[in-house]
């Protein structure tokens, strides 16, 4: 969903595309849950939320490397 942004704020909508980024959102989701101070600074818990809810059920690489390198 490009283009939709990110929660309430404006920025573009950037999805889940490894296992590992997947990882590192859960992490956070479950800091913030427990009440802890965040290590991801610039999003909130409910855009964590709906970027784990999205990745849930695809089928992702472990890894992915930057396009052009």
């Known amino acids: 969903m490009p283009g ?9 909508h950037t999805p889940i595309v490894s296992k ?3 990882g590192m959102f859960g992490a956070e989701y479950a800091r913030r849950k ?3 101070a965040p ?5 909130t818990k409910s855009e964590l939320r ?3 809810k999205e ?3 695809k ?3 472990k890894r992915t490397t930057r396009k052009g390198k």
């Open 59 to 61: 089928k992702l690489p």
């Open 39 to 43: 290590r991801m600074k610039g999003i």
């Open 20 to 22: 590992a980024q997947r």
């Open 34 to 36: 427990a009440g802890k």
């Open 50 to 52: 709906g970027h784990l």
């Open 4 to 12: 939709k942004g990110c929660g309430k704020s404006k920025r573009a």
């Open 55 to 57: 990745s849930k059920g």
